[in-house]
């Protein structure tokens, strides 16, 4: 039973953060791309940020939590050894490095030439993220599965 809950809780909150990284990729790049004053640009992107970082960071412990009492209960396979590396690399960017990007990236926002270059690089890095999400999901199915 204690298993059951930690994995709802474990996939609920993967759910929650993954899905808002998708929303973010997918829909809020594409709108912020279309706005031509960077100042506005950066102002529709940190307010989506402020307000999915607070989520994302709750989900990411909840995720690691619960993670751990799995690993109680299930032991450490090859797959949970992937989820444990993108988890580490998405916990360093929300509780540090994001904040020393940002203070780089958005030293100058009046730059409007800058600031398209800026967006379309932190698309193409949500992308990339993405696709490591998809990927530790495949290893937590895989973890659990075989
Ligand atoms: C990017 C972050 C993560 C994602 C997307 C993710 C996703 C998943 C998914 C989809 C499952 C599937 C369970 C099933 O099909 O039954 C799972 C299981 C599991 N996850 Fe994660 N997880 C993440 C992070 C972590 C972390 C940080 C840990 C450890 C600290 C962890 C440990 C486990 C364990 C032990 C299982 C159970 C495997 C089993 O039933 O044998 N996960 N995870």
Same mark, same amino acid.
């Given at each position: 039973? #204690?298993?059951?809950?930690?994995?709802?809780?474990?996939?609920?909150?993967?759910?929650?953060?993954?899905?808002?990284?998708?929303?973010?990729?997918?829909?809020? $790049?594409?709108?912020?791309?279309?706005?031509?004053?960077?100042? #506005?640009?950066?102002?529709?992107? !940190?307010?989506?940020?402020?307000?999915?970082?607070?989520?994302?960071?709750?989900?990411?412990?909840?995720?690691?939590?619960?993670?751990?009492?799995?690993?109680? #209960?299930?032991?450490?396979?090859?797959?949970?050894?992937?989820? /444990?590396?993108?988890?580490?690399?998405? @916990?360093?960017?929300?509780?540090?490095?994001?904040?020393?990007?940002?203070?780089?990236?958005?030293?100058?926002?009046?730059? !409007?030439?800058?600031?398209?270059?800026?967006?379309?690089?932190? !698309?193409? $890095?949500?992308?990339?993220?993405?696709?490591?999400? $998809?990927?530790?999901? @495949? @290893?937590? /199915?895989?973890?659990?599965?075989?």
């Amino acid at each position: 039973m #204690e298993y059951v809950t930690a994995l709802t809780v474990h996939i609920i909150s993967v759910v929650v953060w993954i899905g808002g990284v998708s929303f973010v990729t997918m829909i809020t $790049f594409p709108m912020i791309l279309r706005v031509d004053k960077s100042l #506005e640009q950066v102002m529709m992107f !940190q307010g989506v940020e402020h307000r999915f970082g607070k989520i994302a960071k709750v989900m990411v412990v909840l995720a690691g939590l619960s993670g751990l009492y799995l690993i109680y #209960e299930k032991g450490l396979s090859p797959g949970v050894w992937i989820m /444990i590396a993108v988890w580490s690399f998405y @916990a360093s960017l929300l509780f540090g490095l994001e904040k020393m990007i940002f203070k780089k990236l958005f030293s100058k926002p009046d730059q !409007q030439a800058d600031m398209k270059k800026v967006f379309n690089l932190l !698309q193409t $890095f949500h992308w990339v993220v993405l696709g490591l999400s $998809f990927l530790a999901i @495949a @290893a937590g /199915i895989y973890a659990g599965h075989y």
